[in-house]
């Protein structure tokens, strides 16, 4: 019974038939950064937020080979109480907005790294899709409980 965030880059790129240009990112962030903000005020002691601006500066340095120098301060800004990073350990899933097929791992461990480097909070989430979703509500659970 909350709100989420969904992922700002899959709307603003399906619009634009999913071209990456170097000038996303920036847009992409802002856009993320203030949907999260009206949606943390509908919500209900928690926040569900699918991707942050963390990951959109690993994928502004893939894409542009640099940050926005505000990204990256407000990457190092903005916090939440937990991280769920998704493993490498399913089948790739393909569709026009996901790339790198063949370094899942190096960017899942690029993910963490980052998390790492700012003490954030984060648990890995693998097996079956079932198991993945029970992780998940269960790390959620605990957090609320908190």
């Known amino acids: 019974h909350t709100t989420y965030a969904a992922e700002y880059a899959r709307g603003y790129l399906a619009l634009k038939g999913n071209r990456v240009d170097p000038d996303d990112f920036e847009i992409i962030a802002r856009g993320h950064r203030a949907s999260e903000e009206a949606l943390a005020r509908q919500a209900n002691r928690v926040l569900i937020s699918d991707t942050d601006l963390i990951t959109t500066l690993i994928w502004a340095e893939v894409f542009k080979g640099h940050v926005p120098p505000w990204v990256r301060d407000e990457a190092d800004r903005r916090r939440y109480d937990l991280y769920l ?54 790390a959620v659970e605990e957090v609320i409980q908190r």
């Open 85 to 138: 990073v998704t493993d490498v350990d399913v089948p790739w899933v393909d569709d026009p907005q996901r790339f790198l097929p063949k370094d899942r791992e190096t960017f899942r461990d690029r993910c963490i790294h980052e998390l790492e480097i700012r003490s954030r909070p984060y648990q890995i989430i693998n097996g079956d899709w079932d198991e993945r979703f029970r992780q998940a509500v269960k």
